[in-house]
């Protein structure tokens, strides 16, 4: 059974930055993309960013984009999402996820396995 931790969250100051990890276990996740996502409260989970197996292509949202960068270490088994110039309405649960093969998708429904989150908090 496959495994997600998410870790690397907390609490920041706005400018200030993060770094989330995904590290996954259970089985290889080789040729799948992988995803990132967040939820604030009463809000529905949104698309962050997401990256290919071999880490060649990337897309974001629109919200984060110039600011998070995504990238991956397959040799380990583990995502990145590195936040920066936070900003108050980044606040939210981060989740990673397994997503399709072979391409990125930006919608919840495409993607499986699921990691249990961390919290990020940004102070203004």
């Known amino acids: 059974q496959v495994q997600l931790v998410e870790s690397g969250g907390g609490l920041v100051q706005t400018g200030g930055s993060l770094r989330l990890s995904c590290a996954v276990s259970?089985?290889?996740?080789?040729?799948?993309?992988m995803g990132w996502f967040r939820q604030a409260p009463g809000k529905e989970r949104e698309f962050v960013a997401a990256?290919?197996?071999?880490?060649?292509?990337?897309d974001y949202s629109d919200a984060v984009k110039g600011r998070f960068t995504i990238s991956r270490d397959n040799g380990k088994n583990t995502m990145y999402l590195q936040m920066n110039t936070l900003k108050p309405e980044d606040t939210a649960v981060y989740y990673c996820?397994?997503?399709?093969?072979?391409?990125?998708?930006?919608?919840?429904?495409?993607?499986?396995?699921w990691g249990q989150g961390t919290q990020v908090t940004v102070s203004s």
């Open positions: 996820a397994i997503g399709p093969i072979d391409y990125v998708s930006a919608y919840v429904r495409h993607y499986r396995d």
């Open positions: 259970g089985r290889s996740f080789g040729g799948y993309s």
């Open positions: 990256i290919t197996y071999s880490g060649g292509f990337t």
